[in-house]
């Protein structure tokens, strides 16, 4: 297990300029540029907080698991403000950040909210024009259950907010979530896409494996509601144990797999599964050479080590809808360098590079195998230069571009290109000045960006009504290359018409029985 400490207390204050910090001695805001106007970034870098059952000191916390996709995401979200503060999309304007780390837990989240709009240590009286923090608008959290909560406190003085993954169905709810986006579709919308796919090849007899935790539930019943109306048959519904520790785990998967053996009518399987259970699952199907076509939901469908594991192709089709996907021309490149701009503090970046080289890791390695090491698969795709040199910035490969799907943070790009576009309307900015006032109070860029509607890699961008984007899914196929499996967008989910569209011909059919989809 990966553990770190949060050595750097009070930095983000210094950069900010805030003074002294009265309410903390720990900061996990670990990451900050300075601007002109500053976007707030919450992600959780590290995916636990160790012991916080048994916590009684507010001051002291210990984050573990440091978490590659969501470090990725507050990349992608640097990687685009410097591009839009190298183009004149802002003159004169220069945006800057602080990310903060929610380590997946809605109290931390919380805790960092408050610091990214404290002036002086205290909250501001967001009503009062002379007293507004520098944070203008936050972009996150990842789960949920944080957004949940941080919205709730944001929406006390309308500071925006918009995440790229919380999928919650109440976050629609303007009632409850004022001044809450999102970059994605509501949950409702997922399984009703799943179940227009099943009726497009025509599979009306399928069966289902989901988990016993609460999103599992939800999104099971909602399936076969949905499934029902467009006459889509669900031949079995199994139901397995979330939790990854559960003793029967084991066992239930096995049983699962008998059931599904036995049940050969069923060629179309949904798992509406986290990524290691459908491993588990995986490697019994492929023990028991069975083929069936297998539909992802979005916890899985853009899995690499799903896509890359052993004997993948021994398994049948493989289909699931994706949040839209996009280029992000540069990015690759500038993982592998990850250089900071002068002027920023980037204590993940020096983490990641740190935790990658360390010489527990190091030695780990040399002794077992490399799925016993903390960062599974670290050593993978090492380059030499990785870890033999002092200088840590200069510790470059392709680890990130090779273990993390990058095409998943389009959203980044997008949250961040939306508040841009609301500065510029706001700040009344054309190609060579913006003359509006730059030190505003948040609730004015919330009004701009109700009303955003741009044009992107091909897509029109608009917050709807319950203010998501309504740009639905990407159904993807998993098409063999070598011995791996890798994404390629087959057509995609249209919300506004309730439909599926898929380029028939772009598909990597692998089931030959072609009477088994086209009955
Ligand atoms: C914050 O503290 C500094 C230094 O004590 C002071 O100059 C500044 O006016 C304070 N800002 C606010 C908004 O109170
Ligand atoms: C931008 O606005 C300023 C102030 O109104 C004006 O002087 C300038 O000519 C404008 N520039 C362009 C390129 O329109
Ligand atoms: C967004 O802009 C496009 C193109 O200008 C337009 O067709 C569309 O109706 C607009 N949508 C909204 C919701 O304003
Ligand atoms: C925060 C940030 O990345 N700022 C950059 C914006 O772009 C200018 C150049 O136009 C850089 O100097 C800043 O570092």
């Known amino acids: 297990m990966v553990s770190s400490v949060y050595p750097y207390a009070l930095g983000v204050f210094v950069v900010l300029g805030l003074g002294s910090c009265c309410h903390y001695s720990e900061s996990n805001c670990g990451a900050t540029a300075p601007g002109d106007i500053l976007i707030g970034v919450l992600q959780s870098c590290h995916s636990r907080v160790e012991n916080q059952d048994q916590s009684i000191d507010p001051q002291g916390f210990h984050c573990t698991n440091f978490n ?17 503060n190298n183009s004149s999309f802002l003159p004169g304007v220069r945006l800057g950040y602080v990310i903060c780390d929610t380590c997946a837990d809605a109290n931390n989240a919380l805790k960092s909210t408050e610091q990214m709009l404290a002036i002086n240590g205290t909250l501001p009286n967001l009503c009062d024009a002379t007293e507004q923090p520098a944070v203008k608008a936050i972009i996150g959290a990842r789960y949920s259950e944080e957004s949940i909560t941080v919205s709730r406190f944001l929406s006390l003085n309308m500071v925006p907010q918009i995440s790229t993954t919380s999928t919650a169905a109440i976050l629609s709810d303007k009632q409850r979530f004022p001044s809450f986006f999102r970059t994605v579709p509501s949950d409702i919308h997922q399984t009703r896409a799943l179940a227009q796919l099943m009726a497009y090849f025509n599979w009306t007899w399928v069966g289902v494996v989901s988990g016993d935790d609460d999103y599992g539930k939800a999104a099971l019943q909602s399936f076969l509601a949905d499934a029902e109306e467009a006459r889509v048959c669900t031949a079995f519904q199994e139901v397995v144990p979330h939790n990854l520790n559960d003793e029967n785990s084991d066992r239930r998967i096995q049983e699962v797999v008998k059931h599904i053996k036995s049940l050969s009518e069923a060629q179309v399987v949904l798992l509406i599964l986290k990524e290691e259970l459908v491993q588990r699952l995986f490697k019994e199907i492929i023990k028991e050479d069975i083929n069936r076509t297998w539909i992802a939901s979005d916890a899985w469908s853009l899995s690499l080590p799903l896509a890359t594991m052993k004997n993948i192709n021994m398994l049948g089709d493989i289909f699931g809808f994706s949040f839209i996907k996009g280029p992000i021309p540069g990015f690759e490149q500038y993982l592998q360098r990850l250089l900071l701009a002068t002027g920023t503090v980037n204590q993940f970046i020096e983490e990641y590079k740190d935790l990658r080289c360390s010489p527990e890791v190091q030695e780990c390695l040399h002794k077992n195998h490399v799925n016993q090491c903390p960062l599974p698969n670290s050593v993978k795709f090492a380059s030499h230069l990785a870890c033999n040199l002092s200088d840590l910035p200069e510790r470059n490969d392709e680890y990130l571009i090779r273990n993390v799907e990058i095409e998943l943070m389009y959203g980044e790009k997008l949250a961040t290109w939306s508040i841009a576009y609301a500065l510029q309307s706001l700040l009344k900015c054309n190609q060579s000045v913006c003359l509006g006032e730059r030190n505003f109070p948040p609730w004015k860029l919330l009004q701009e960006l109700k009303k955003i509607n741009f044009t992107m890699d091909n897509g029109q961008f608009f917050f709807d009504n319950s203010s998501s984007f309504t740009n639905g899914y990407d159904l993807v196929n998993w098409a063999r290359t070598g011995d791996a499996r890798t994404f390629k ?31």
């Open 68 to 84: 590659l996709v969501s470090f990725v995401r507050t990349l992608a979200v640097i990687y685009t403000i410097e591009t839009i």
């Open 489 to 519: 967008v087959v057509g995609k989910f249209n919300i506004m018409k309730n439909a599926v569209e898929i380029s028939d011909n772009d598909i990597d059919w692998i089931t030959s029985d072609k009477t088994v989809r086209l009955t």
